[in-house]
């Protein structure tokens, strides 16, 4: 590794779904290696026992992996400083523990939850924020021996210097500045010998040559903690940028309450990663000028941190579905299809196994009605004409456009000229419609929303000269010839 090398880290505790605000974490990081030529570290933080899975492991791996962010070292690929699961670098830790309780940095803890508990509601009731009151930092060697012959198990204690400021630049919100007094002296381990987040983060960082911590400003709080262990054992600090906090359109806290808030849930959703990524690189980030759509290549391009802001990002739906809509209608009919596919099986529109015909087939429908998707389950919204063979009015004033005086010679006009074609596609379509707005002198509206109507029942949908040659010549005759026989 060379002095300057970028060196930063993506850290996520495995205890439930990948979060938007994780992945966006993930990003920033990774945009930050990309731009730099650094390298992304992937570690897993699985010190909360229980709550940790396995399953939510590789629901983040597969997370970061479909959103395009891959890393350069860490868990399944290895590395120098491996290994980069924390359940698995006990031993190192306890070595630094050690040091810290030999040097009186650090100290065993023999109060049970209920004596901290008790101090917590007086100091609540006093109106206090509560901390530790130190009951354990000076144990005579006696009353140790009598705790452990009790059977207590001690937790470890970071011993908080006093009258400290503890001051940093931070990246993102410049100079931040703590008084050590608030702090009280801190468990570093629990009483089963497993380390805490706070303790473990800052031996991992350290050993792991990290240059640059960025994260959620949820851990604003816990840097000053953070900071007083790399000075206690002498770690060099890496540079911290603490990125906002993810907010609703309701500037509240996102939570489940404003709608998918996993990565998982776009993804079954279908959503574009492309697009995702695109929108979560502005969330937090503004890049200079008023581009809104960015390739991976782009952004990796553009991102700075200095361009990191300070104040909160909001969540805002519409603009995602607006960037996923713009992804779609570039998109290949093969990748829209890709998106389509589960809901359309969910609607009961395609079954198992797709033929190479009918996967054209389906391929041409989705080419038809792109332009109206923001994300992929809303296919089902706008497919229905090229499946149902029953048309059925949406409503009464789809019908009445059938009982225009005009609309009965449109139609028989149509259906002579479609007789009449030799190959039906997109062009000669065309042809016939345009060929009898001419003919008919009539307005275009006057031609085609009849001729919509009796073949799907609605008054809107994609253009005719893409649905005709997909629903095809025979049904379509037949879905008019129908329709007309009910007026
Ligand atoms: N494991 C922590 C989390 O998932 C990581 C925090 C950090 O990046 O230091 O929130």
Known sequence: MTQDEIRVRFAPSPTGPFHIGGARSALFNWLLARKMGGKLILRIEDTDLERSTKESEENIKEALKWLGMTW???????????????????DIYQKYTEELL??????????????LEKDRQQQMANGETPHYLGRCSHLTKESEAK??????????????????????TDLVRGTVSFESNGVGDFVIVKSDGIPVYNYAVVIDDALMKMTHVIR???????????LLIY??????????????????????????????????????????PEALVNFLALLGWSPVGE?????????????????????????????????????????SPECVLELALPHLQAAGYV???????????????????????????????????????????ESEEAAEVLRDEDASQVIEVFKEKM???????????????KSIVKELKLGGKKVYMPLRVAMTGKMHGPDLDHIIPIIGREKVMARINATMAKM
């Open 231 to 272: 000075d206690a054992l002498g770690f060099k600090r890496p540079e911290f940028g603490h990125i906002s906090l993810i907010l609703g359109k309701d500037r509240t806290k996102m939570s489940k309450r404003h709608g998918a808030t996993s990565v998982q849930q776009y993804r079954d959703l279908g959503y574009l």
């Open 419 to 433: 007789a009449a074609l030799e190959t039906v596609d997109a062009a000669s379509v065309k042809k016939v419609l």
């Open 291 to 331: 581009q809104e759509i960015f390739s991976l290549e782009e952004l990796i391009q553009a991102f700075s941190m200095d361009r990191v802001a300070k104040n909160p990002a909001v969540f805002d739906v519409d603009k995602l579905n607006y960037i996923n809509a713009t992804y779609i209608k570039q998109a």
């Open 216 to 226: 959620a400003e949820e851990h604003l709080s816990n840097t000053p903690r953070q």
């Open 102 to 115: 030999a040097k009186g940095l650090a100290y065993h803890c023999y109060c049970t939850d209920e004596e």
């Open 72 to 90: 350069d070292e860490g868990i399944d690929i290895g590395g120098e400083y491996g290994p980069y699961r924390q359940t698995e670098r006990l």
């Open 147 to 168: 705790f452990i012959a009790e059977g207590r198990k001690p937790t470890v204690r970071f011993r908080v210097p006093p009258n400290q400021q503890i001051v940093f």
């Open 351 to 393: 079954d198992g196994t797709l033929t190479a015909e009918k996967r054209a087939w389906l391929m041409e429908v989705m080419t038809a009605v792109k332009e109206h998707l923001s994300y992929g389950a809303q296919v089902v919204d706008h497919v229905d004409i090229f499946f149902n063979e029953d048309v059925q009015f």
